[in-house]
């Protein structure tokens, strides 16, 4: 039975208004209903004592000054002694609780985001970077911090502010109060002209900043590659070209962001004007008396200051908007590779993992797998093979459920994996992968990630089944050795034993490895292997790696091409059958390594290579002798496109990936070279320019032959030009159709 799945639900991001940040601001507020009471009280104590000011001194010139009442003059000095006390204590309240609701508001979000990563499946990960995740947790939670402590408090009080100021001034003479509030729209239509550019300025400017944080980021994870090939200058450029990109869309957002403060505060500073000479001219006429005029004038500064005050607190209200966009991106992203509501507990596997005519992608552009139909027995062990990029990685994430099929389905037992809680599959499986991220934590901790509650005998079991014990006990502190930051403490070998634990003291039913000892090695990953081989006695294994011999042994093999499976046996019956695993197991035995890591290759794997079939025995024995090893560190080039070739390569252990600059100069992936791949034929006969580049992607091992000692072969069979020239041709061709 074939099922469809719903494609994985990612919201994509909504872009907030100002409108949308402030009403996003006050819910995240509003959820703490008797602080928020206690804060409007506070603003409402210091709004009273403030317009009170204003108001005495009305009763101060009219009724105290002019006719010399003291005891008036000291009544109203009084109730402004006790108001101000009042104001004070209101003041360090409020104070305290912005604090609160900031410091409140920012847990709660980092809080909400952390859990939510961790609901989200892989295919999340897969398309949004770190650096742009880390911005959430910093630079956003950050304006978002600034938006409840400064710019939600300030434009709160200052509308209070306006309000009772202004309702006070149409108490005093509504026709001055009119004139008076009649620039607060005009204020407003001022905001209303800046603010959208501004907000705009600043969705361009929050991604520019995190590409240009990720840079730093990959910048530091490539030191080792900077310092080999001596990056530094160019590094340098690329980066000052990038920051002063970043500067200029800096300028434009922090410019437009003042902008909408300063309009507003230059309308109501020219009504001010205005407001004064008009009082003063009602003053003269003996509509208005002096009190009046002085009280009006202040009541009209609290009016002007909070206007002011308000359009203070747009910068960071757009700030603060774009924060919380971000970070509202982030929690509202949803998957579905999730507990549905009916999921049941998986039983202890006993029968068979089955894949049922699954098929998946990733995007719409290209399927990782098509109709891929499998049986996994309880207690045999299996491995996925087959080229990068053929579908076996995708297939164990399929099984540990880190992604649903788009199409079929994987069951346990006969029941679905979709059907099924996800910690009850996950507490009878256990992956190894090939590069293995270690905690900056002590080996003993390491381990017991596998299983937090597992005691320090069992995690030393676990330990010494990997066959890493001896080795820990070496250490001067044993199990409480710090592993440093990725395990850096470690060699290659131990970090990969010391996963393999992990793995182990879960003492899974099911351990999975996906290229688990592809970048060690050659002497490391034969040991790894023979531990390997014993563990799988005692438990279902299922190995995905494109290193044959790694694997012959196996119960059965599944090849893997382009996302289907196309053949499946033991060794002995896929070379019987003469396909696809039988000409990948010719080409990968013909090349050996020694246990340091030299390479030699065999006339048998030469004949295998279409330049090299017509030749004699005898003339192929000496160009297999004048091939040389090469070692490759990652990152680091073999050839680069346009430059001119003069060595023919095998690939003897390692991957490569080649790229090429289409028409418009941009880089296109071509393919991946793995064990016993060859390329560069041509530069065995011409120094002609490479149609592309070609650069290491782990650690690799490489066999080379270089131009001069392939001419004299040349001068015994002249008909190995021709067929060179040919090949190069045909290789030219393909390469060209997969640029267009």
């Known amino acids: 039975m074939t099922e469809r799945a719903e494609p994985a639900l990612v919201e994509e991001p909504r872009f907030f208004t100002l409108w949308d940040g402030l009403r996003w601001l006050t819910a995240r507020v509003t959820r703490y209903r008797g602080r928020l009471a206690l804060v409007l009280i506070a603003m409402a104590i210091d709004v009273a004592y403030h317009t009170f000011v204003s108001m005495s001194l009305m009763v101060l010139v009219d009724e105290a000054i002019i006719p010399g009442e003291r005891r008036v003059l000291l009544v109203v000095v009084g109730v402004l002694v006790t108001g101000f006390l009042a104001a004070a204590a209101a003041h360090v309240v409020r104070d305290y609780l912005h604090a609160w609701f900031a410091a409140r508001v920012q847990a709660d979000l980092r809080l909400a ?47 209070m502010y306006v309000l009772v100021s202004a309702s ?59 310092k080999a090939f001596d990056l530094r200058e160019s590094l340098r450029r690329s980066f000052y070209d990038q920051a002063t990109d970043v500067l200029r869309l800096a300028m434009r957002f922090t410019f437009l962001t003042y902008l909408v403060e300063r309009l507003p505060n230059l309308t109501m500073l020219a009504l001010q004007v205005v407001v004064i000479g008009a009082g003063a001219w009602l003053c003269f006429e003996g509509r208005l008396t002096t009190g009046e005029l002085v009280a009006f004038a202040a009541l009209y500064a609290t009016i002007s200051a909070a206007v002011v005050r308000l359009m203070a607190t747009m910068p960071g209200l757009i700030r603060a908007t774009g924060g919380a966009e971000r970070v509202n991106d982030l929690l509202i992203q949803r998957d579905v590779v999730a507990d549905r509501d009916d999921a049941r507990e998986l039983p202890p596997f006993a029968e068979r993992l089955v894949i049922d005519h699954a098929s998946f992608s990733y995007g719409r552009d290209r399927t990782e797998l098509s109709d891929v139909s499998l049986v996994i027995e309880r207690g045999s062990h299996v491995a996925l093979v087959g080229p990068s990029g053929c579908g076996k990685s995708t297939t164990l994430s399929l099984l540990l459920r880190f992604y649903d099929p788009t199409e079929g389905r994987v069951t346990l037992d006969g029941v679905d994996l979709r059907a099924a809680q996800l910690a009850s599959l996950y507490a009878q499986a256990a992956v190894v992968f090939q590069d293995n991220f270690l905690f900056n934590a002590t080996i003993r901790e390491n381990i017991r990630v596998g299983r937090p509650e597992a005691s320090d005998a069992e995690v030393e079991v676990a330990a010494s089944a990997a066959e890493l014990h001896d080795q820990i006990l070496a250490l001067p502190l044993g199990y409480a050795t710090q592993v440093g930051e990725r395990g850096r403490v470690l060699s290659g070998g131990q970090r990969q034993r010391l996963a393999l634990a992990r793995a182990l003291v879960r003492d899974p039913a099911i351990l999975l490895l996906d290229e688990a000892t592809s970048a060690l090695d050659a002497a490391t990953e034969t040991a790894v292997n023979q531990t390997l081989r014993r563990l799988a006695t005692t438990r279902t294994v299922i190995q995905a790696t494109h290193r044959l011999k790694n694997v012959s042994y196996v119960d059965r093999l599944f090849v893997f091409d382009q996302g289907r499976l196309i053949e499946q046996g033991s060794h002995a019956e896929l070379l019987a059958v003469g396909g696809r695993y039988a000409a990948m197991w010719r080409r990968q035995d013909g090349v050996t390594l020694t246990d340091d890591d030299e390479a030699e290759v065999s006339v048998t794997y030469l004949t295998t290579i279409p330049l090299f079939q017509s030749l004699e025995a005898r003339l192929l024995e000496p160009i297999a002798n004048a091939f040389r090893t090469e070692h490759l560190g990652p990152g680091q080039e073999v050839v680069r496109q346009g430059e001119a070739g003069e060595k023919f390569y095998i690939v003897a252990r390692g991957k490569l990936e080649v790229t090429a600059l289409n028409e418009t100069g941009q880089s296109r992936h071509i393919a991946y070279l793995e064990d016993g791949d060859h390329f560069g034929e041509m530069a065995l006969i011409e120094s002609s320019a490479r149609t592309a580049t070609v650069a290491a992607v782990e650690p690799t091992i490489l066999l080379s032959l270089r131009r001069r000692h392939f001419q004299k072969l040349l001068e015994l069979a002249p008909a190995l030009r021709d067929a060179i020239l040919k090949i190069s041709a045909e290789r030219a061709a393909a390469l060209a159709r997969t640029l267009a």
Do not use: C, K
Request: no cysteine; glycine share 8%.
């Open 168 to 226: 006070t001034l149409f108490a005093l003479q509504w026709q001055l109060a009119l004139l008076a509030v009649s620039g607060i729209p005009i204020a407003m239509l001022m905001t209303r002209f800046a603010g959208p550019r501004a907000l705009a300025a600043g969705q361009v400017f929050r991604p520019a900043q995190t590409q240009l944080n990720a840079r730093v980021l990959e910048t530091i994870e490539a030191q080792p590659v900077v």
């Open 113 to 159: 985001m952390f859990e939510n990563l961790h609901r989200l499946s892989l295919r999340f990960y897969g398309r949004v970077s770190t650096a742009s995740i880390l911005g959430r947790f910093t630079n956003d939670l950050g304006q978002v911090e600034g938006g409840v402590l400064n710019a939600l408090p300030n434009a709160t009080i200052a509308s």
